[in-house]
């Protein structure tokens, strides 16, 4: 009995003996930053269109339907092969009478996204120095620059009716890109 009473007291006299150590936390505050998110968008016209049409008939049989309308579509292709481009008045008057699904856009909109970006940046530098000057601190550097755009261009496209006369207009295309920034505050 004697000897597990000194064991006991040789591993206290040890412990006791013993530096503690503790983890060392850490009470820092993280630097002060502001994070804006910045938009610019670029507007141009398309330069490319896309149009789906076909021609429809009808006839006593689905034979006799066929043969008309794969002769109306021969036409049509040689009247489009001709002008080297998809001309809607073309479409219409060699015989086309059912048009759809007309789209516009830009073949590189890569230039333009580029300006957007810049504006983005631009606008987000701007909403970041009133913020600071309003809590009267300096805007210091770039911290961290995140991509917020989602989606594709939007198209301002319109709706047809197979008709000759039927004007088109292709409007414009809208880039637009955002940004988040997040810059240091001094």
């Known amino acids: ?14 412990l006791a003996a013993t530096p503690m150590v503790s983890p060392k936390i850490s009470a820092e505050e993280p630097a002060p930053s502001i994070t804006v998110v910045g938009s610019g968008a670029v507007s141009s016209p398309p330069d490319t269109a896309e149009v789906n049409a076909g021609v429809i008939t009808q006839a006593a049989t689905a034979s006799q339907a066929m043969s008309q309308n794969s002769a109306a579509m021969a036409q049509v292709l040689k009247a489009l092969a001709a002008l080297g481009i998809a001309d809607l008045d073309t479409l219409v008057s060699q015989g086309a009478n059912a048009l759809g699904g007309i789209g516009f856009s830009i073949a590189d909109p890569a230039p333009f996204h580029e300006q957007a970006r810049t504006k983005a940046i631009a606008d987000a530098r701007q909403k970041a120095q009133v913020y600071a000057a309003a809590a009267g601190v300096k805007l210091g550097r770039v911290i961290f620059i995140r991509d917020a755009t989602g989606g594709p261009p939007r198209p301002m496209a319109g709706r047809v009716m197979a008709m000759a006369t039927t004007p088109i207009a292709p409007g414009e295309q809208e880039l637009e890109v955002s940004v988040s920034v997040t810059y240091a505050l001094e």
Not at 1 to 14: C, D, F, G, S, Y
């Open 1 to 14: 009995m004697r000897r597990p009473i000194l064991a006991a007291l040789a591993t206290l006299v040890l």
